[in-house]
């Protein structure tokens, strides 16, 4: 047993850690535990607040930023609602919307608004009341038509089975049906006629159809958005939508419809009713006009004679046929205060940056587990960002293989260079124009193009090209334009090349002309032109003797010698060193001597000498011209005394 090395003592306690510690003293020592197995240090802590992009920061977080996202969603949701006068779907709609976007994965930004007002609009639909998509589109301050689509796009995605409660949405089939009615030759090839009263006929076809649709959709609208909602909602729509119709047909007319109950039966019969459902429908919503009509401070009330003790001048029906429109503009009004009165709903949310559809999925997910009750307690104004912060619009894929086989297929001669890639008679075209096989075969584009199928011809024309000539007719029959394929004797038609030459009369005829321009020709020999070389000018002067033989000169000049120019010695002790050029220097001054040798040179002081003599001019002493009279100025006298006194 080791002893302490402080004290001695032998007494350690060793504890669970691997320390040993003397009970005397109390100083200690680590132990050395050996393993058979290395651990690695793992230190795993800054995985949580670092990732490849950066440092995660607390907020920062997509899950951060998705529960601040749904929260701000309940609560647009929640106000949207509460504007309605709906506030107890909230918590309906906040799971559909939850359920949308974990089911859609949609992002968070402009659809995300969208989905929520279609969520909306979805659980006024299973309350049995009417979507007001109209109103909701106003408060998200988007499209009808946009909501409309995400509404259908929402159904369809969580395959919700939902029965309208809008009565417009019957109004087109009653149109159709309501056309076949005024007009049976249209609808059946067989003469049929119409089951419809004549007087009734003779009403209903100079009117406006889409016009009264209008109305009557109208009609649904101010019914449907009415509050408190009316019984009349909760009963079934196309009996309601038959009754609208008709009620639109006498605003058309501004008048009462005859044969109203025989029109009530021929509307039903599209949707199976009788005609008693429908009129009682109509006489609910007629009596509701009636009450509306008197709301509207510009239309005119029921006069009665007497104070109300007889029946009135019109009758009920002519006055509600004359005040619908009237209340439509009347509500229509209303509808436009109340909602411009209030401020529209703000929302605020943090879109998904772009280009993050990795993160798609775990949105998804969190959404699918996170608690849609969960509201904010403050309301966020809207964030201008949101409305730009959209993503970006993706371009057009372009393949550039079939671009440029496309360009080639439609003009081939303007496409210089091509290449196909991706088959396996792949060819490209460098540069020269020229094709380079895999087997060494080159072969030039011009050619390529002659071997083209028998459009060919029509492709020269097309472009304004000259016509194919033979040898390319040829070539596109044979496959090729060398002489194995194309012999000499099929280059040419049968008389096709004696007509190329000229006949006799053109070749006498143009003779004379021939014969100007390189004159008669007596001979085979001489019918060929000779063709005149342009000899290159020498640049350098030529040079003959450098030394003269002065005894020479002064016989000649003094006319002593009776010796021929010829026969002069030239003094040339130099050599030149290019013997050409001494030839022909030699050639012509013996040619100059034998032209001047033929006149014999006499004395200077004989007369009557030779026309050399006669030329002679004896030069005195030099001085300068003297200036014509004609040249001098008017008292210039000075030039000529100066030359005196020179002399």
Known sequence: MESCPECGAAQYDVSDDGLKVCTSCGHYEEQTILADHVEHYNDSSSRTVRNRKGWDLAGQSKEARDKRNMASMSTFINSVLTRLNNSGLSPRAQAIFAQAMAAGGYRWGRKAKLTAGACIAIALR?????DLLRDIAFLLDESRLSLARAFQSVVSLLNFSLSSTDPSVHLPALQTHLVSLI???SASPLPSASTLPVDLLGTLTPLSLPAAVRTATSLAGIISAHAPPLPIMSLPTPPTACALFILALEAETRAPLPHVSELACSLGSRFGLSGNVVSSRYKV????????????PWLDQFPQKNKGRSRPKLPKRAVVAKGIKDIIQFREEIWKKQFDG???????IEPDP????????????YLAESSTSEAAEKQCLRNPIDTQSRCAKRHKITHGSTYEVCRFLLNPLSFPTTSFRGSSSSREYPSDGTETGEGGLDVSLATDLLTCPNEAEELFTSQGKDPPTRLQLLALSRGGSAPEDIPDE???????LEGLFRSEEERNALMPLFELNWGVQSSPKDATPVLRRNEPICTEPKRGAKRINMEVLNSILEGGTGLPLSDVDWDNSEEDDNENKADQNRNRSDLFVEDISAYPISQPGRIGGSPIEEEVETIDDWRP????????????TAGADRYEEEL
Request: glycine letters at 6%; hydrophobic letters at 30%; proline letters at 5%.
């Open 354 to 365: 772009p280009g993050n559809s990795a993160e798609n999925t775990s949105t998804s997910r």
């Open 625 to 636: 011209l003297s200036p014509e009279d004609e040249f001098r100025r008017f008292g210039d």
């Open 183 to 185: 007009h049976p030759e």
């Open 285 to 296: 919503i007629y009596d509701l006009i009636e009450v509306w009509i008197r709301d509207v």
């Open 126 to 130: 299973e309350s049995h009341k009417s």
């Open 490 to 496: 099929e280059l040419f038609e049968q008389d096709e």
């Open 342 to 348: 209030h401020r529209k709903i703000g929302l605020v």
